[in-house]
């Protein structure tokens, strides 16, 4: 497997690839980074659609692999089901959150904090108590503004590996895939949802952008909780308590 350099690239596979050659290119990169991982290599997965998908491509390759959910308190009911309806067909997937008090609506007056509290942090704590050499997500990089830079491995903290195996593919490829395979979906996009996340945070829109709906009035508008922006090897001293 190439591994594709640059912005440039990654635009021309977008559009270049067909659906089964993008499904074909994401489990070679799964399959090869199993071999180099082995045990220590492990699935994010958000209980999205292209969560979802990723981990069923990774139950494909080798269905030892091992994932886990970062969930928070304010997740919407419909997720917190379907999370535990997913964790019983798939009980290697161990759950992280932080249930320590925070302040009340930090989500209004710092949601960069919020964030790095609910969801960064239990993170850092599953990179850790997983013992995590690389790990998996469903980034793509047409989701929206924030994701147009990353590579589908690359080492954004020194130590820890991450694999973006769907990166080129579309929203409708997910969807594509997702139907081919029966894999169960969050109950949320019947409603119109087509990013989810906590519920204060998280609106239904009409927009083109994916993720227009998350943090909507706040400057993180479409952008990011911090999980792939901030470290994930544990940084000593930084984040604790409030
Ligand atoms: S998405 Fe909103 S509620 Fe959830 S952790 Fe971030 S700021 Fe807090």
């Not at 997720?79 to 209004?108: G, H």
């Not at 980034?139 to 769907?166: A, H, S, V």
């Not at 087509?194 to 994916?210: K, M, N, W």
């Not at 479409?222 to 940084?235: D, F, N, Q, S």
């Amino acid at each position: 497997m190439t591994l594709v350099a640059g912005q440039e690239d990654l635009k021309a596979l977008v559009d270049g690839l067909n659906f089964r050659q993008k499904v074909e290119r994401s489990l070679a990169l799964i399959r090869d980074a199993h071999e180099v991982f082995g045990d220590h290599l492990v699935a994010a997965n958000s209980l999205g659609k292209d969560s979802m998908a990723v981990w069923h491509l990774a139950k494909r390759v080798n269905p030892a692999i091992r994932g886990f959910i970062v969930t928070t308190r304010f997740k919407p009911q419909e997720t917190k089901d379907f999370m535990r309806s997913v964790v019983a067909q798939w009980p290697e997937l161990q759950v992280f959150s932080n249930d320590d008090p925070i302040p009340d609506n930090l989500f209004l007056t710092d949601p960069d904090r919020c964030c790095d509290l609910l969801k960064v942090q239990p993170t850092r704590r599953a990179v850790e108590e997983m013992n995590v050499a690389c790990w998996v997500t469903g980034l793509r990089c047409t989701e929206g503004r924030t994701r147009t830079d990353f590579q589908e491995i690359e080492e954004r903290d020194e130590g820890l590996m991450k694999l973006n195996p769907i990166l080129i593919w579309n929203e409708r490829e997910v969807w594509q895939y997702l139907a081919l395979h029966h894999v169960p979906v969050n109950p949320l996009y019947a409603q119109g949802y087509r990013s989810l996340g906590c519920a204060p945070c998280t609106r239904i829109t009409t927009a083109p952008d994916e993720r227009a709906g998350r943090w909507v009035g706040t400057s993180k508008c479409g952008g990011e909780c911090g999980i792939h922006t901030r470290p994930l090897k544990t940084v000593r001293g930084e984040g604790d308590g409030i």
